[in-house]
């Protein structure tokens, strides 16, 4: 008899992999029919099943403190906030949808939440294999990197954006004083998502770290 708790963290886990494999095979499939054009349309192709994903994900956070989820709560405090600050920033500024960046981090975004949500699965029914874990507490952390950088380049593209509006005139109307007051908050962002990638990227060292100790133990007991 399974639990509510077991039917729901799988149902979640679920929704998240077919989600992202259906943005994946979506991007993919586009790209192979339309070429380099299907850069420019991903956001309007995936950018919905993205944002909900992206939006449920949100949940995880009660997961961790409510302790059905075994995993320190700061990573994914950090990696929820960036994704979803982002995505709001990429609907809020419409000439950034159809830039290659932003194809590029949906890719990114999609990779690692494939290496992660099949592994979560593989956990809920106490099974795993040793290369989905590899994959998932070590390749896991460069593809991390590589996309907290696309994510630096693409509000440093937005800025680029917003900046000239906001120089235009003197005396700022409500549309170009919102524009100065974002391009504030993202100037000031940056450097908090660096610091808040360094801490993310220490700790999941530190969870590889325990995982693979973790292992070893279990394999010399075998």
């Known amino acids: 008899m399974f639990s509510f708790r077991f039917i729901y963290i799988f149902s979640y886990n679920l929704f998240q992999f ?13 790209f192979l029919t339309f070429g380099k054009d299907a850069l420019a349309d991903t956001f309007y192709s995936v950018g919905f099943v993205m944002s909900l994903c992206q939006l449920v994900s949100i949940l995880e956070l ?3 403190a409510d302790g059905i989820e075994k995993t320190r709560l700061l990573p994914r405090f950090v990696q929820v906030v960036e994704k979803n600050l982002l995505l709001i920033l990429v609907i809020i500024m419409e000439e950034m949808q159809s830039k290659t960046v932003v194809c590029v981090q949906f890719l990114l975004w999609n990779i690692l939440d494939l290496l992660r949500y099949p592994h979560e699965l593989l956990c809920v029914m106490d099974a795993t294999y040793v290369s989905l874990r590899w994959l998932r507490y070590t390749l896991w952390i460069p593809l991390y990197i590589l996309s907290v950088i696309n994510e630096g380049v693409t509000i440093y593209q937005v800025l680029s954006y917003i900046e000239p509006i906001a120089s235009q ?6 549309t170009e004083a919102t ?12 450097p908090v998502l660096a610091l808040g990638a360094s801490v993310t990227v220490w700790q999941l060292l530190k ?10 133990k279990k394999i010399k007991t075998e």
């Open 18 to 30: 077919c989600g992202h494999t259906w943005i994946l095979a979506n991007t993919i499939a586009r």
């Open 207 to 216: 969870e590889r770290q325990h995982h693979q100790e973790k292992w070893n």
């Open 62 to 64: 009660f997961h961790i």
């Open 169 to 174: 005139s003197s005396s700022l109307n409500s």
């Open 179 to 190: 524009h100065s007051h974002l391009s504030f908050l993202l100037v000031i962002y940056l």
